[in-house]
């Protein structure tokens, strides 16, 4: 059975957007809120009107689903603060972990009839874009650990091509033979590779 949808789900999406910009506003009251709102509805010739209870489900709904937010972006950043210098694998291993939870919850909401067909393309969407996301991210990390690789091994051939060369004008200083500046030369640029 579809569980009926609520007086807010019904309304036009302006005047929804409306009822949450009033809602995040703190110098407006819920009262104040759903009188503004009744009214809109009234000027634009809804009969529907919304109750002080449902605007007071909505907000507490609005609210509870805001500090979810708030939440998950807190966990994300101490995750990707401990893992942004770690291989890019754990990385991706943790955000699709949170993509599975993430699945099962719609999926017992909807079983719930939290979220409804009206609802569920939107959140299709969100998920997806989100996964696009994390894709987007783990390649970005992947290349960026390639690159630092490439990096650290430049470092080291210059590293070593300037330790070869110091060592070959000391040692051509000290008269030693090309042959052994030569084998001399090589057993460093061996050694520091």
């Given amino acids: 059975m579809m569980a009926r949808s609520s007086t807010i789900d019904r309304l036009p999406d302006d005047i929804r957007e409306n009822l949450q910009a009033l809602l995040r506003d703190p ?4 009262l104040e809120t759903t009188e503004r709102i009744n009214e809109l509805l009234e000027a634009e010739g809804h009969d529907e009107r919304l109750s002080k209870s ?4 909505y907000a507490v709904r609005m609210n509870e689903v805001g500090e979810k937010l708030r939440q998950s972006r807190e966990v994300a950043e101490m995750w990707i603060a401990k893992l942004g210098a770690q291989p890019q694998g754990q990385m991706g291993h943790l955000v699709n972990e949170m993509l599975r ?3 099962f919850d719609l999926a017992l909401k909807l079983q719930e009839g939290e979220l409804t067909e ?8 969100m998920v997806k874009e989100l996964s696009l996301s994390v894709t987007r991210l783990e390649k970005a990390s992947s290349e960026n650990v390639k ?8 470092e080291r051939e ?3 091509e300037e330790a070869a060369e110091s060592a070959e004008n000391a040692a051509r200083a000290q008269g030693l033979s090309n042959d052994g500046v030569a084998a001399l ?4 640029l061996e050694g520091l590779a």
């Fill in 27 to 30: 110098r407006v009251t819920q």
């Fill in 147 to 154: 690159r630092e690789a490439e990096i650290r091994r430049q």
């Fill in 158 to 160: 210059r590293a070593a």
């Fill in 118 to 125: 009206e609802s569920m393309p939107a959140v299709i969407e």
């Fill in 54 to 57: 449902a605007v007071n489900r």
């Fill in 101 to 103: 939870s993430m699945a």
């Fill in 185 to 188: 030369r090589a057993a460093i």
